[in-house]
């Protein structure tokens, strides 16, 4: 099976700093690479997915961005944090089309902006 | 458009007594189906999956649902609640495209929260 690992698990940053958030997955290749958001008290918000290197939807306009410099690694960015980044950010992976699996987690990681 | 509807933000049930976790979901084709567990301040453990094999399911920690294509509902069920069940559930779609395979979309429900009354 797959083994993501997410670092780091809790981050204090202040408004403006920079962000990267690290991914990276064992076990497999070729998955399919997300970038969750759960905000408190609120469900998981997909932020980013990646189907190969270097491809990458967003879901939703805002403050982050996302890259995928090799297969199995995905990094969350940002220039310059806004409070509202704020939350517990999930790294997962699956493997889609016909080879259909779950979803793997990442262990998360607790952001707050101050 | 695809989507998944969990109908219950908090469910509380006493120890020993039975879970009811409801799951609806929308999607063109058969859709793969999973339930997820996420402890506090925990990644996420799958509990259960469906796809399109046996419509009922049974996973880990004596839970199992049951897919049902007629309601579009695939709800999570467990005959007696421990303390240890206490916990956020998510269920997601994984929509299936028109040939069969899976798309690159996983769709999460908001999440219940389960407590469990010693």
């Known amino acids: 099976s797959q083994t993501i690992h997410q670092w780091p698990a809790t981050l204090v940053q202040p408004v403006g700093s920079p962000l990267s958030l690290e991914c990276t997955v064992e076990?497999?290749?070729?998955?399919?690479l997300y970038w969750y958001r759960q905000a408190a008290g609120r469900g998981l918000q997909l932020l980013f997915y990646?189907?190969?290197?270097?491809?990458i939807s967003s879901e939703v306009p805002q403050n982050l961005s996302a890259s995928r410099p090799q297969d199995r690694q995905f990094i969350l960015s940002s220039k310059k944090l806004l409070l509202s980044d704020s939350g517990f950010y999930l790294c997962?992976?699956?493997?889609?089309?016909?080879?259909?699996?779950?979803?793997?987690f990442g262990q998360g990681t607790r952001l707050t902006v101050v | 458009a695809q989507s998944v509807t969990q109908l219950d933000s908090h469910v509380s049930v006493s120890e020993g007594t039975p879970v009811l976790l409801r799951c609806n979901y929308s999607?063109?084709?058969?859709?793969?189906l999973f339930w997820y567990v996420q402890h506090p301040n925990k990644g996420l453990q799958l509990l259960l999956k469906?796809?399109?094999?046996?419509?009922l399911v049974k996973g880990i920690n004596g839970f199992e649902a049951e897919f049902k294509k007629s309601e579009t509902s695939f709800h999570l069920t467990k005959p007696s609640a421990h303390m240890s069940d206490a916990a956020e559930y998510f269920c997601?779609?994984?929509?299936?495209?028109?040939?069969?395979?899976?798309?690159?979309?996983?769709?999460f429900g908001t999440g219940t929260l389960l407590a469990v009354q010693p």
């Open positions: 997601v779609v994984c929509p299936t495209s028109n040939y069969g395979g899976a798309t690159n979309k996983l769709i």
């Open positions: 997962a992976s699956h493997l889609g089309g016909l080879r259909n699996t779950e979803a793997f």
């Open positions: 990646s189907v190969g290197i270097g491809q």
């Open positions: 999607s063109s084709y058969s859709p793969s």
């Open positions: 469906y796809t399109s094999a046996a419509t």
């Open positions: 076990g497999t290749s070729n998955p399919n």
